[in-house]
């Protein structure tokens, strides 16, 4: 599929929660576009000239993360103190960084 050039950068990922649509965007603005389920309740938008993709939707997403992963698979926002200390430390570890800057 490689070299084929229908492929693009990945512009934007959006995740619809009300919807439950994962959506993959590969244009910066919204186009014209052919719209095709390319597997069960995977939708893939292109342009009917050129092939190339537009958009790339996942229709049920949470549960198909369910289906795969069951219910260990979870995520919360959350302020850990010790994780942001660590990343902290990382960011000081790069080069051109050191305690005093920001």
Sequence with gaps: MAGNGNLRELIRVHYDRA???????????????????????????????TGRVVTVDVLNFSERVYAAFGPQLTYGERA????????????????GNSPGRS
């Design 19 to 49: 919807g439950d649509i994962l959506t993959f965007s590969f244009t910066e603005k919204p186009q014209p576009a052919v719209a095709e389920e390319a597997a069960d309740e995977i939708w893939v938008r292109y342009e009917p000239d």
């Design 80 to 95: 850990d103190p010790q994780r942001l200390e660590a990343l902290e430390t990382f960011r000081l570890l790069q080069p």
